[in-house]
């Protein structure tokens, strides 16, 4: 695969063709003049595409060929989610929830619930984080909620 490397972010962009992709940071690549360097990704004009993905996965030697279904799997993997919702009662109870909507629902019906939070994991990274909290009545929601959609969110505080 071609891309442009940009050496020193100084000097004019340079075509080369892409070896190896370690899935993380460093891309093995090789100049027109025949030599094998390994260098971050940043540095190349490529988006994080399916395409890259497909390149033989290492460094310089040891580099090994990967199928489209073993690619498939490991990006299935590495994308895998999982948000569960909890809901705190007056009585310092906590009820747990793997649909937000089951949340939103047992929220409604319940009056003596305080506050909603969610628990986001992803393979690399989690997120625990307060999405709504009830005050004199009435529902409020946290902006800037990144697995939760605002709109619904929006919806539900309206409704109630």
Known sequence: MKAMYDKDGVAPLQEVE?????????????????EVLTDKLWKFNVKRSNKLYHLARGYNEDTEKLSHKVVSK??????????????????????????????????KSFPGTIDLYGNHKAKRR???????????????????????SEATLNRFCKAN
């Open 126 to 148: 989690s997120c625990f984080t307060g999405i709504m909290t009830k005050e004199d009545g009435l529902w409020y929601y946290f902006t800037r909620q990144e697995f939760v």
């Open 74 to 107: 490991l990006l299935k993997e590495d994308r895998k989610t999982k948000t569960e919702y909890s809901v705190k009662l007056k009585s310092g109870e906590i009820r747990r929830f793997k649909s937000l909507n089951k949340a939103l629902n047992f929220c």
């Open 18 to 34: 892409l070896i190896a992709y370690d899935w993380d940071k460093y891309i093995t690549f090789k100049t027109k003049d025949g």
